[in-house]
């Protein structure tokens, strides 16, 4: 994918791992003004993407990092934060809802990434990334609202629960550039656990929010930048209630238990991805009871 300048002062800096390469593989984001910059996600923390990271700060003589901003806790953006912080001596900023999910490398929080209990090796590096991420020691405790000055640039935090609790997206309004890391991505859909790690009603209220900023480019922490921002926003939110209400047909048709959903809307489904795909359903399911439209006994959910 090699190194992109994406606008005057937004450079993306791609590295490909053994571990996840590919449209997939995490967007990490520079964002420079004069002398200063800001890094958007550190993406993982392997020899090899931490290096290429910094051969390209390398190249940019002159160039201080002030920020590492981390949009979320999951490994794939932060597991590289702690070298490039030590690299750099840019400090590392996180929502404080984030931050005892990325200490606790231990917890069983659900991952972007699933991975099959017969993958050893996978296992063992998910782990290491897991307590790499959690060496990222965010001394910045970012709330809605706040700003990083980067030269002349404004980094404003726009605080995006839903895919986690604790998601943030950024917009610099001088570039109309919003930085959206997994809120939105730039190709497909994004895992949504239910509460207490996720939250699908929060989720679609960020996405309205993301809506009424002036955005003309759309940097996703996977995929490609998008340029019709409010098109790929609304995209997103249809996606989303389309699915819900499917959910709200299947209950109505008799199919009540989130076994006989997840075989009705994912028929054909790698089987390494149906632990994730049930997490969609008891998101959306989750939303749906907390607004009264449905009500389980057991397994079995009906129609309110």
């Not at 017969?118 to 910045?140: G, N, S, Y």
Request: with cysteine; net charge negative.
């Amino acid at each position: 994918r090699g190194l992109m300048q994406v606008t005057d002062h937004i450079f993306s800096i791609p590295a490909e791992q053994a571990f996840y390469t590919g449209p997939q593989s995490p967007n990490v984001f520079l964002v420079r003004d004069g002398d200063e910059a800001a890094l958007i996600d550190s993406g993982f923390g392997d020899e090899s993407s931490v290096k290429a990271r910094l051969d390209f700060l390398a190249e940019h003589e002159g160039v201080r990092v002030k920020y590492i901003v981390l949009t979320h806790h999951h490994f794939d953006h932060s597991s590289g934060a702690a070298q490039l912080r030590e690299a750099t001596g840019g400090a590392v900023a996180l929502h404080p809802r984030e931050e005892e999910l990325l200490r606790d490398w231990q917890s069983k929080a659900p991952q972007d990434i699933e991975v099959p209990k017969e993958m050893k090796e996978l296992a063992e590096k998910v782990e290491t990334f897991r307590k790499q991420a959690a060496e990222a020691d965010p001394t910045i405790k970012m709330n809605d609202g706040d700003e990083f000055a980067v030269g002349d640039l404004t980094l404003r935090v726009v605080h995006t629960p839903g895919h986690t609790l604790g998601s943030v997206c950024i917009h610099i309004p001088q570039e109309r550039a919003l930085f959206t890391g997994d809120t939105a991505l730039g190709l497909g859909t994004v895992a949504i656990s239910p509460p207490p790690h996720g939250d699908m009603a929060l989720y679609l209220e960020s996405l309205e929010r993301l809506k009424t900023l002036d955005s003309a480019l759309m940097l996703p922490g996977h995929g490609q930048e998008v340029h019709d921002v409010p098109a790929k926003l609304q995209e997103l939110i249809d996606h989303r209630l389309a699915r819900e209400e499917q959910i709200v047909g299947l209950i109505d048709k008799g199919k009540r238990t989130e076994k006989a959903m997840l075989s009705a809307i994912y028929p054909e489904l790698d089987k390494r991805m149906l632990p994730a795909a049930q997490r969609q359903i008891e998101a959306h399911l989750a939303k749906l009871e907390s607004e009264a439209r449905v009500a389980h006994a057991g397994d079995e959910w009906t129609l309110v």
